[in-house]
């Protein structure tokens, strides 16, 4: 029983991800492409709000890649050419919107960030995995005499 209450959760965290991953990618989507002026942004650099952005997206896709057991190397690099790609459409998509521009500048803060969104979530799983190993260390000690 305990093994069909775990699969449950794994299924219902992935759906939890999958689902943050969607809103979070069509706010993004839809953020980037009204007319200038019309979406009320924190009086900070241009930039900074598109490297915070493509860490958030490649962290999340990371994220759900990891719930659904894709791990390794691969799955980072797809992650990151997803990202990238996805920074580039972004840009190119906003030429023909009223205030917008495709910015090269831009593009560069999405793909700096989608790397620092990446690094996040490798330090996460290591840290995750310390924790869980230190955990079942304490779990295995036998206890005094």
Known sequence: ???GRQTTWQRTRTQIVAVGLIGYWTA????TH??????????????LLHF???AGLSF???LLAWCLGLRGPRVYAAVLMISVCYGAIDELGQ????????DMADWNADMLGAVAGL????LAVRAAALWGTAQLEQQ??????
């Open 95 to 102: 030429i023909p919107v009223p205030g917008r521009h495709a």
């Open 34 to 47: 009204l007319p200038g002026g019309v979406v009320v942004v924190p009086p900070v650099s241009d930039k």
């Open 119 to 122: 690094t996040l979530h490798w």
């Open 140 to 145: 295995e000690k036998p206890s005094p005499p």
């Open 60 to 62: 999340l896709l990371a």
């Open 52 to 54: 915070a952005a493509y």
């Open 1 to 3: 029983m305990e093994n």
């Open 28 to 31: 993004l989507c839809l953020g």
